[in-house]
């Protein structure tokens, strides 16, 4: 049986939402991300103060909420216009309103583990992540101008896989 790319582009979206999902539990809390800060701290002779090491925990930790969300952003982008290399206004807004209710889904799943809180800061950082990723697209297929056609004949909604999946991704 063979699976249809689009199927695919999607399962890779599902994916890494079940990765973020796993970043969320207690074994990523910020205590146990700043053990390991101070582990590698005493490992490695590096002599940082505590008060360094918990700026670095928090900058980290912020980075990967951003990261996670900027990568979420391309992956649920692609998912529904079958391509980066195109931008579209509409796959664009969808992505954003999936990212968003993801994010807040997100810090809600927080609040019922032990060592995690929900922050409504934390949720707009993620959805920040997923804007700069439609902003990321935008810019490079304003770059590349890509003369690949948006798979699908009319470009107004995501594909099925149909006969044009041979567009880049």
């Known amino acids: ?3 249809s790319r689009q199927v695919v582009l999607w399962l890779e979206a599902v994916a890494w939402m079940g990765l973020i999902f796993s970043f969320s539990g207690d074994s990523f809390a910020s205590s146990h991300t700043l053990a390991v800060l101070q582990y590698c701290n005493k490992l490695f002779h590096l002599s940082l103060t505590g008060e360094t090491l918990l700026l670095l925990n928090v900058v980290i930790r912020k980075a990967a ?3 996670n969300y900027f990568v979420l952003g391309l992956l649920v982008y692609r998912a529904l216009a079958g391509s980066l290399f195109r931008f579209t206004l509409r796959f664009a807004c969808w992505t954003m309103v999936a ?3 993801y994010a807040l889904s997100d810090e809600y ?3 019922f583990t032990r060592f995690r809180t929900p922050s409504l800061y934390d949720s707009g950082l993620d959805f920040v992540g997923v804007v700069a990723a439609q902003l990321f697209i935008l810019l490079t297929s304003r770059l590349f101008r890509s ?3 948006l798979p699908g ?3 107004d909604g995501p594909t099925t ?3 044009s999946t041979a567009t880049r991704i």
């Open 1 to 3: 049986m063979r699976v």
């Open 65 to 67: 909420h951003f990261g």
């Open 99 to 101: 990212g968003l209710l």
């Open 109 to 111: 799943h927080q609040s």
């Open 147 to 149: 003369k690949a056609p």
């Open 153 to 155: 004949s009319s470009g």
């Open 161 to 163: 896989g149909g006969a």
